[in-house]
């Protein structure tokens, strides 16, 4: 069993920062693929970013590149996502998974992620 808790998240104006961070719960968390996953109210989940057990490899929705940054320090078993100029659009609960059948090239798919955060409230006031 992989225990994800999330926290970081918040309330922010328009154009301000957040950094989201999920902590993994075994040793073995450093070789898993990591993801951020979002649900805004009344919508579906929505991929945001990834990254590879090393973070070598990233990837992300276009509605974030260039904003989000997505890193992974195994050392503290802990996954970031540094949000930068955020916008109303970008409130939501934020959630990480964790792919553990995946260490190379991670993939935007939530069923491919077998362990789930419980979330962190995200509000970004226009």
């Known amino acids: 069993q992989v225990q994800l808790v999330e926290s970081g998240g918040g309330w922010v104006q328009a154009g301000g920062s957040l950094r989201l961070s999920c902590v993994g719960s075994?040793?073995?968390?450093?070789?898993?693929?990591m993801a951020w996953f979002r649900q805004a109210l009344g919508k579906e989940r929505e991929f945001v970013a990834a990254s590879s057990w090393n973070g070598a490899s990233t990837i992300y929705a276009d509605s974030v590149k260039g904003r989000f940054t997505i890193s992974k320090d195994n050392a503290k078993n802990t996954v970031y996502l540094q949000m930068n100029s955020l916008k109303p659009d970008d409130t939501g609960v934020y959630y990480c998974a964790a792919d553990t059948g995946r260490i190379g090239v991670p993939v935007p798919a939530g069923n491919e992620y077998d362990y789930w955060g419980q979330g962190t409230q995200v509000t970004v006031s226009s």
């Open positions: 075994t040793l073995t968390f450093r070789v898993y693929a």
